[in-house]
């Protein structure tokens, strides 16, 4: 099992950027394909993108690519989301989430372990 804490949440200005981080604990760090899922108001959770084990494959839903970068540090037991030209669209709290599934995971039903979440409210 392992446990997940988002943090980096905040406000930011349309265009600006915000780096979310997850912290990871418990089971082995790398044992687990990691993802980034948001959910707005009155709609459903949708996938961000996700990083396998050791970080060598990311993939990411078309609204994001080009601006969001995921990364892991498996020494740290850490996971970010970097996140550049932010739109007001993308408000949401935005979650970390783990699998063991052997590669990269981009439907939110493959996850095993969630964290509580961050708020990321982007401003017009």
């Known amino acids: 099992q392992v446990q997940l804490v988002e943090s980096g949440g905040g406000l930011v200005q349309a265009g600006g950027s915000l780096r979310l981080s997850c912290a990871a604990s418990g089971r082995t760090f790398s044992h687990y394909t990691m993802g980034w899922f948001r959910q707005a108001p009155g709609k459903e959770r949708e996938f961000v993108g996700t990083i396998s084990r050791f970080g060598g494959t990311t993939a990411y839903t078309d609204s994001v690519k080009g601006r969001f970068t995921i990364s892991r540090d498996n020494a740290k037991n850490t996971v970010s989301l970097q996140m550049s030209s932010l739109k007001p669209e993308e408000t949401a709290v935005y979650y970390c989430?783990?699998?063991?599934?052997?590669?990269?995971?981009?439907?939110?039903?493959?996850?095993?372990?969630w964290g509580q979440g961050t708020q990321v409210t982007v401003s017009s």
């Open positions: 989430a783990a699998t063991t599934v052997s590669s990269i995971a981009t439907i939110s039903g493959s996850y095993d372990y």
